[in-house]
């Protein structure tokens, strides 16, 4: 044997034996042993090899780490470790607010790996002293913002974010100055729209004509939760196609629920909201908290609850559940989490957090075969890597970051679910392994000691 380690004196850290090893830039599968050590791939070989720690994937896929570019795990550790149960071994987030608190623990070592984007709604708004949402930018502040939005990105942050739905008062001249900023370090943009549903449509206009006077690569935040409303999806990737045919780089992402979690009495179900959700009623709603945990609405109910216990959280099943395939099978529309955008506590929020990937690979690609599985782990491995910039992970390569989730294609599925039919946070099924930088963070379901082997990552 040529390679010394691959006698038992020297054996790696940690070996992979057996498995199949999915090859995301060749798009193969290959029967591969890994070497790992110091948290790297050291060999991918057809030759036998033996580790201090080795992993028998007989049967089993080897994919890198799922890589989550949009959501709010922001330094949470509950949050992180549902994450890494159903296989993300790394996350980008910062769209609400990622504080220097929660940087510094992440600093200290974290349940997975956790970069950042600028958030525009927040944190730079905040930073000039803007408290009010409907309040547009004067143009000083503007040029704060961008002094400011320029220093993020020194440090390494891999986009800008903008929750445009949240600061109704952000102009077109504030999107557009910072996005010049993104664009001068190369890195994209992310957009929660101004509204949800039909009335979003609209907006994209705004934003096509931001990546027309640019050039900033622009990432369109969540279509289903936005568009999977009231039969937008089709109108929406068509606008998406349309600006794509001009050569401007528009893309997509989507999670897999057709559901989402939000208080009664907060203004998404202000008088009228039935009709902007197109065919849905009271009925739609399940009551996610309290005494009526488990039961769907009623319209005597609905106001009972709305103006006496405005805090009841209730799923709303408003979304078109054939919007999801819509959006997955395009190449430009990538998955993303969203997840825990709300209260980091067990049990606590929406199954997006515990269930996203095993969804996707169980529920659209095996069962209803929407998309091929070498497809559906492009879109959360080596594509976002290459758009977000992530450059140590994304792929299972000699010299990469020894990010891995070894699964069965077979029994894989998400077992998370909403409040009242189950428990957001529920692991799912058919992940054997999760490895985090060079370390099996999860086993069978379960956290294992290390569950600080994520670590803070610039760009
Ligand atoms: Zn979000």
Known sequence: MSDKKNNQKNP???????????????????????????????????????????????????????????????????????????????TLGGEREL????????????????GFSISQSFVLRRAVGITNPKRPANSEEISAMVDLARRFMEYGAFAICFGLELVPGTSFDEILALSKVAKEYERPIMVHLRKDGKEALQYFE???????????????????????????????????????????????DSGVYAAYSACIGTGIFEKGWEKEYGDTSTEDLLISSGIHVGEYCNDELFETLRSEFPETLVTAFVCDPEA??????????????????????????????????PRLLGKYVREEKVISLMEAIKKI???????????????IEEGMNADIVIFDENTIIDRADFIGIGRPDTPPEGIKAVIVNGKKAVENGYLTENICAGRFIKR
Do not use: W
């Open 12 to 90: 790696y850290d940690m070996a992979i034996v057996n498995g199949t090893v999915i090859d995301v830039v060749q798009e193969k599968f290959v029967k591969k042993n890994i070497g790992i050590t110091n948290g790297k791939i050291e060999k991918l070989t057809t030759e036998k090899i033996s580790g201090k720690e080795v992993i028998d994937a007989q049967g089993l896929l080897i994919s890198p780490g799922f890589i989550d570019f949009h959501s709010h795990v922001d330094g949470n550790s509950y949050s992180a470790a549902c994450l890494v149960k159903q296989g993300g071994t790394t």
């Open 324 to 357: 999801i395939s819509m959006a997955l099978k395009k190449d430009y529309v990538y998955v993303s989490t969203n997840a825990a955008d709300g209260p980091h506590y067990p049990g606590i929020g929406a199954p997006e957090v515990a269930g996203t990937y």
């Open 381 to 395: 491995t080596i594509l976002p890597a290459k758009r977000f910039g992530i450059r140590e992970t994304g792929h």
């Open 206 to 252: 705004e934003i096509i004509q931001v990546a027309e006077l640019t050039g900033v690569s622009v990432q369109i935040l969540q279509l289903m939760y936005m568009v999977g409303i009231g039969g937008a999806m089709p109108m929406a990737l068509e606008i998406i196609e349309k600006a794509r045919a001009k050569g401007l780089d528009i893309m997509a």
């Open 99 to 114: 504080s220097s608190k929660s940087i510094s623990r992440v600093e200290d070592g974290f349940v997975i790996n956790q």
